[in-house]
């Protein structure tokens, strides 16, 4: 069975850090671009960060560029997100999915169920 498993979600106080991860069952993410997106209530869906197959090019909404780094483990067929100096604003819930191909442009594949983040203090 096709799936992606978020993990890694949790209450952190303003400044804080936490790492989620995204693991892959049924098939191999070697392949594919994974992004990460977020939705808080009330707010459109918006595309997070993304690490592309092909050459591993890494790309950041403005509002996490400099905090948010992108990583993948092929061999854990796993993809990370590391979340430094995070924001109240940054509370949403956090999903990873897969694109079409290997490159972070076009529609998305399969998604995860998403995990919760939580910025208060």
């Known amino acids: 069975q096709v799936q992606l498993v978020e993990s890694g979600g949790g209450l952190v106080q303003p400044g804080g850090s936490l790492r989620l991860s995204c693991a892959a069952s049924?098939?191999?993410?070697?392949?594919?671009?994974i992004g990460w997106f977020r939705q808080a209530p009330g707010n459109e869906r918006e595309g997070v960060s993304c690490?592309?197959?092909?050459?591993?090019?890494?790309y950041y909404a403005d509002s996490v560029k400099g905090r948010y780094t992108i990583s993948r483990d092929n061999a854990k067929n796993t993809v990370y997100l590391q979340m430094n100096s995070l924001k109240p604003e940054d509370t949403a819930v956090y999903h990873c999915?897969?694109?079409?191909?290997?490159?972070?442009?076009?529609?998305?594949?399969?998604w995860g169920q998403g995990t919760q983040v939580t910025v208060s203090s």
């Open positions: 049924g098939f191999t993410l070697d392949y594919y671009a």
């Open positions: 690490i592309s197959s092909s050459d591993g090019s890494t």
């Open positions: 999915a897969t694109y079409l191909g290997s490159s972070c442009q076009g529609p998305n594949d399969y």
